[in-house]
């Protein structure tokens, strides 16, 4: 922050640091929370430092949103004590947790996308602050402060993925925030997003803020904590400071083992096609009543043996795109082929007997019923296939077939087993487990019928960097024995590690082709925001788009959102 702003008396009030500015914001001690089968957290002592940016990393399931969410006072512990600002309190929901000084990040947004920033920033926080022309007026000073460069009136569906986490984070300070909570904040964003985060931290942290993040990016978790604790099966096992650690012995302080060594690249790629796109269109009216292309126009073939990397920021059209080859959407134009078959107007059903596997982007909404045991979850989406039922009753092709129960659970076992998924059994409903264990549940289950296509949307978002490497090896697996893949990820690193072919969606476009073998994430980054970046070949600009044929405005197909 320069000197200027943080001496100015224009730091709003109520965000400033806490009473004092040395000391710890935050002391957990003795925290225990147990769930039927699981303890969450064992026994967990951490001490954040005020004015610090203090980092919670850790296996998949180890306990790290359970205990950020007993800080926010979404669950009570069992045993233990919180300690806030060398206070100790007892927080029975976020509106304590708020009260004390306290604000959370979730890692799925928690905005009304046709409301401003103004209004919601101010949604549900009137009875502390009224709706009021200060409102503007401070929603304008806290961004000016800590430069989050957001203004109170734009439009929520208008701003990007990086900007609707500023304005996460500027409604956190608006409710008095000194210490902010964020749950894996850089999932979603690229590297030079990142790195502007990042800026914002500091920046947060000038001010005497205190930073508690959540995150399986080892590498950037070094680049920015200040203390580092590592949590393995519940409990803390070591706090470190980035000075004295590197990001393997990280990883091996989570894991509690050596990462298996990455496996050198070698191409499976065949001249055989499985999927073929052609010239897929899809328009959309946006808020104003303009229509956009959505797709402008998409053609691609992904071969046996091959994997497709599509690079993008997030709300390009890759969503649009994997829902338009799924059967989730109707095109306006354009053809889906599957293995030389016509798959353009066959139901989801359809494609996924045909053979397509899919990692859904939302495991929320597409992936699991959360509700449902984890065993039923093994038989969604998968209800006409083995081993979930043994066909149609008396082999009669059409008739009513039999759920095989017992297969079903028996195969959710080996999923479990052969996919290190952490639960205390398949009986549990499928929101029991943590995020990173779902994810590599649905991996299991949608690996387990050998797809010869996969559609994989960011196959390994919220999953451990060990679970990461074996899913990785398992996709390379399934692609030396033929599998297709077109991979979405918001991860660069596995986006260049894993794709043989790398493609760049921009504004509903396919706008560059990227070598995986020399491309670096800082380029992709750039070519991801519409730049023209060296190592990547460029594409021409289609003649007659689709935004063109709607609208005869090429000027209005959307923009990164
Ligand atoms: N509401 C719940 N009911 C039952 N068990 C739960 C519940 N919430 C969490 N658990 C269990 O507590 C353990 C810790 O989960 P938690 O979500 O805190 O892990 P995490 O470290 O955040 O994992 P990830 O990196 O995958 O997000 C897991 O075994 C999980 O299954």
Do not use: C
């Not at 046709?114 to 022309?133: M, P, Q």
């Not at 604790?229 to 803390?236: D, K, M, Q, S, Y």
């Not at 338009?324 to 293995?339: E, R």
């Not at 398949?426 to 649905?442: D, R």
């Amino acid at each position: 922050m320069s000197s200027e702003s943080s001496g100015s008396s224009s730091a709003p009030s109520g965000a400033g640091p806490g009473p004092g500015r040395s000391g710890s914001a935050v002391e957990l001690r003795g925290i225990t929370k147990r769930f039927p089968g699981v303890v969450a957290n064992r026994d967990i002592d951490i001490s954040v430092a005020r004015g610090t940016v203090h980092a919670l990393v850790g296996e998949n399931g180890a306990g790290k949103s359970t205990l950020m969410k007993i800080l926010y006072g979404m669950q009570r512990p069992d045993e233990g004590t919180i300690g806030i600002d060398g206070e100790d309190v007892v927080l029975h929901s976020p509106a304590d947790a708020i009260a004390r000084g306290i604000g959370m990040v979730h890692q799925h947004f928690m905005l009304a996308d046709n409301l401003t920033v103004l209004e919601n920033t101010v949604l549900g926080a009137e009875k502390l602050h009224g709706i009021g022309s200060g409102a503007r007026r401070k929603i304008a000073e806290l961004s000016d402060a800590y430069q989050l460069g957001i203004r109170p009136d734009a439009l929520v569906e208008e701003l990007g993925v990086a900007d609707r986490q500023r304005v996460e984070i500027l409604k956190a300070l608006y409710r008095g925030a000194r210490t902010l909570i964020l749950d894996e904040p850089t999932a979603v964003l690229v590297p030079q997003e990142v790195d502007a985060l990042f800026d914002n931290l500091r920046e947060l942290k000038s001010e005497g803020l205190t930073v508690v993040f959540i995150s399986h990016k080892l590498g950037e978790v070094l680049s920015v904590a200040d203390a580092i604790t590592v949590i393995r099966r519940g409990t803390t096992v070591a706090s470190v400071t980035p000075r004295e650690t590197s990001p393997k012995q990280l990883a091996e302080l989570m894991v509690g083992s050596e990462l298996p060594t990455a496996e050198t690249r070698e191409s499976t790629v065949t001249d055989t096609p499985m999927l073929d796109v052609a010239g897929l269109r899809l328009a959309a009216t946006d808020s104003d009543g303009v229509e956009r292309a959505v797709l402008d126009g998409i053609s691609f073939t992904i071969h046996k043996g091959e994997v497709l990397g599509v690079a993008g920021v997030e709300g390009n059209g890759q969503a649009e795109l994997v829902e338009a080859i799924m059967g989730m959407s109707d095109p306006d134009g354009g053809t889906v082929t599957l293995d030389g078959q016509d798959i353009s107007h066959a139901p989801t059903r359809a494609r996924r007997e045909g053979g397509i596997g899919y990692i859904p982007e939302d495991r929320h909404r597409h992936g699991l019923l959360l509700e449902a045991p984890l065993w039923e979850n093994r038989i969604l989406g998968h209800v006409t296939e083995k081993p979930n039922t043994n066909g149609p009753l008396l082999g009669i092709p059409g008739a009513p077939r039999l759920l095989a129960l017992g297969d079903a659970r028996a195969d959710s076992e080996r999923i479990v087993a052969e996919y290190d998924v952490r639960t205390p059994g398949i009986e549990v409903t499928a929101a029991s487990l943590s995020g990173g264990n779902q994810q590599k549940f649905i991996v299991g289950r949608e690996m387990s019928h050998h797809p010869k296509l996969l559609i994989a949307a960011h196959p390994t978002r919220g999953v451990d960097v060990g679970a990461q490497a074996q899913i990785w090896d398992q996709i390379r697996a399934a692609r030396r024995e033929g599998l297709a893949v077109l991979l979405i990820s918001a991860d660069l690193d596995e986006l260049i590690g894993l794709s043989d072919t790398l493609r760049v969606m921009y504004r509903g476009r396919l706008v560059a082709d990227a070598d995986p073998a020399h491309v670096t994430p800082e380029e992709l980054g750039s070519a991801m925001t519409g730049a023209a970046t060296g190592h990547l070949e460029h594409q021409e600009e289609p003649t007659g788009t689709a935004a063109e044929d709607a609208s005869g405005n090429d000027d209005t197909n959307g923009g990164a959102k």
